[in-house]
Nanobody, 126 residues
């Protein structure tokens, strides 16, 4: 059973940066695909980006060029570097994971992942 724990959220001014971490335990990180999602109050959870086993990444248009996903298999940790933050980026950010045998594949829908963390709050002030 994989367990995920997000950290690194907080309050930041518009234009600032944060790096979120997703620490995984109970599984071999290198065999999982990871996705980052976010959910603002009153809104549905939306896809931010994902990283495949092989390190291939994909991003939603609204974060492309500002956010970067990376992973450290040795530390069993996935990162979401967020730069040039905007007030509309304010949300709870969730890390999700799924065991997968296809090294280049990733998922973009939250219900395609079997594991997720409790989330970390990101608040961007204007």
């Amino acid at each position: 059973q994989v367990q995920l724990k997000e950290s690194g959220g907080g309050l930041v001014q518009a234009g600032g940066s944060l790096r979120l971490s997703c620490a995984a335990s109970g599984g071999t990180l290198s065999r999982y695909v990871f996705g980052w999602f976010r959910q603002a109050p009153g809104k549905e959870r939306e896809f931010v980006g994902a990283i495949s086993q092989a390190g291939r990444t994909v991003y939603s248009d609204f974060v492309k060029g500002r956010f970067t996903i990376s992973k450290d298999d040795a530390r069993n940790t996935v990162y979401l570097q967020m730069n040039s933050l905007k007030p509309e980026d304010t949300a709870v950010y969730y890390c999700e994971a799924d065991y997968i045998t296809e090294t280049e594949r990733y998922y973009t829908a939250p219900n395609e992942y079997d594991y997720w963390g409790q989330g970390t709050q990101v608040t961007v002030s204007s």
